[in-house]
C-alpha cells in the first residue's frame, strides 16, 4: 500500500512563467496569483483597504495622466 505522500506535500508552490508578483516581482504563483505568495497579496489587500493605492479622484480630473509613471510600450 504505497499512498505516494509525496504528492501531495508538492503541489504547493506552482510558479507561472510570465506573471510576476506586482508587489515584489517575483513570479506569481497559480494559488496566488497575481501575487507570488499570501504574504504579497495581503500587503496588496492592505495597501487597497488603506486607500493607499490609487487616490480617489480629489483633484482635478484630467491632471492625472500628466503625472502617469507609465511603462507602456505602445
Ligand atoms: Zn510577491
Do not use: H, I, Q
Request: contains cysteine; aromatic residues 4%; charged residues 30%.
Amino acid at each position: 500500500m504505497n499512498a505516494d505522500p509525496e504528492s501531495k506535500t508538492k503541489a504547493k508552490v506552482v510558479p507561472l512563467k510570465g506573471s510576476k508578483c506586482p508587489m515584489c516581482g517575483k513570479p506569481a504563483t497559480l494559488d496566488m496569483r497575481p501575487f507570488c505568495s499570501k504574504r504579497c497579496a495581503d500587503l496588496d489587500l492592505g495597501r487597497w483597504l488603506n486607500g493607499e493605492y490609487r487616490m480617489p479622484t480629489n483633484e482635478a480630473p484630467g491632471d492625472a495622466e500628466a503625472g502617469l509613471d507609465g511603462d507602456e510600450d505602445v
